[in-house]
């Protein structure tokens, strides 16, 4: 029997999708869990697998079509099945209100100058982008158009995406160069009959400049080795790398020429572990923007990268919170003598391991319980209280700062809590975590303390109203029974938004978070 698939929501945050290529064809067998189709949603592009068995019959989405979530994306069922009517009885308002809405944006990132030229603009890939930045031109200046056509792969503020072209004609002008970053609406591509002038229309439109990348240089581009011809009857189409955008994306991430990798998908397509199995050290043409002079004595040398989207985005979000959350700050220290004996005693059991941060973390979630202020969203009109304590976990990674989510920490026990952080972090370093599993913090803790920092202070991550900055277990002199005795001591510094959480607030909050790590047996209650 027949089994519709519809437009899945990948994130909580997703309205619609985006198909960026479809690995199953109409006719196809279907096995449960194998790949139908990579779906860009606001947050990344995600490879989306089937839950059902069957032949593909239907697909409801065309690659590089946009329909929101819950619409109709997909038939399986037995082969010569007749779906006429599950294809009619689909909600079609759905669809039609998608590709209006679709043709709403083309229209606004288009403007008309005469018959058959169209000028395309920067067009905006995702709900926050503000700039884009062109990683490559699939087409050059006097090529053709055909409707449908890749254009260009436009690095967002959330993934590298292909640009697709909904016109037919003369690419006749390139707006924004390989390697320059431009705003929405600027101007991006003109596309018209052969031996238009486009020289008004270029007068006409320059209103937003793109921002050139002095280092990018057209003797940067990876040069194509005969030794890989291979490869690349593999892996090319049309003169261009058969890729996935997520693994474009990565490859940049990493320096690695895409011309070296032979993939393993479908038809030679290389896919994101292709990228990630793929050693350094085979390389034979590795692009970096760095500089390789030899340093003479005496000479200064400077190098430079370009702020990838991420590090952008990690600026201005925590550029936001400093600026827009009056932050004050709370430092207490702590006794960690019964914490250390308290561990020391739990991990004797050499099946269980917990660590310092497993302690505070569960410390943390029991004091948020009576504190409510401590784990609250600030609006200009009210303040929500999150009855439910999700606690963000700040992990470095290669290229800024992630922060996974533990859901309902207050649920879970110590070891629970180890597990969830060491496979949280694990894979949040390989960036293999999942949009949801970085959503929805009520209150985050960042912990340096295992690098040896004594102390620090750190911006709230919003919409949180607090976060605690966590720093290394120190042995010193305190006073105890009227001697000196050695003691081991934590220092922890509590940003809060003054918005929500008054200095009253924080200390008695404080006061609780002190009074469960220096008596542990609580955390076992």
Known sequence: MATVVKMPRLSDTMEEGTVSSWLKNVGDKVQEGDILAEIETDKATMEF??????????????????AAVDVLLAIIGDEDEDISSLISTQDSSSNQITEEAIED????????????????????????????????WIKSVGDEVEEGDILAEIETDKATMEFESFYSGKLLHIGVEVGQTAAVDTLLAI?????????????????????????????????????????????????????????????????????NIKGSGEAGRIVKRDVESFSLMNQTSVGSNLSNEFTVVGKENLSEIQNSQIRKTIAKRLSNSKFSAPHYYLTMEINMDNAVEFRNQYNSNPTVKISFNDIILKAVSISLKNHPYLNSQWFDDKIIFNEHIHLGVAVAIEDGLVV???????????????????????????????????????????????FGIDEFTSIINQPNSAILSVGSINQKPIVKDNEIV????????LACDHRTVDGVTGAKFFQTL??????PVRLLI
């Open 49 to 66: 697998e089937s839950f059902h068995e069957g032949t593909l019959l239907h697909i409801g989405v065309q690659t590089g079509e946009t």
């Open 105 to 136: 944006n083309l229209q606004n990132n288009t403007i008309e100058i005469e018959q058959g030229v169209e000028i395309i603009n920067m067009p905006r890939l995702s709900d926050t982008m503000e700039e884009g930045t062109v990683s490559s």
């Open 191 to 259: 596309i018209g009959p052969e031996g238009t002038d486009v020289n008004q229309i270029l007068s006409k439109n320059q209103e937003n400049p793109v921002k050139k990348n002095e280092n990018y240089n057209e003797n940067d581009k990876p040069k194509v080795d005969s030794d890989n011809s291979k490869n690349l009857q593999i892996n090319k189409i049309d003169n261009r790398i058969f890729a996935s955008p997520l693994a474009k994306k990565i490859a940049k991430e990493k320096g690695i020429d895409l011309i």
């Open 404 to 450: 996974p989510v533990i859901k309902f920490s207050d649920k879970l026990n110590i070891k629970q809590i180890g597990a969830q952080v060491k496979d949280l972090a694990s894979r949040a370093r390989d960036k293999k975590l999942k949009p949801d599993e970085m959503e929805g913090s009520t209150f985050t803790v960042s912990n340096l303390g295992m």
């Open 486 to 493: 050695i003691g081991n001591l934590m220092k922890l510094t």
């Open 514 to 519: 002190k009074e469960i790590i220096e008596n």
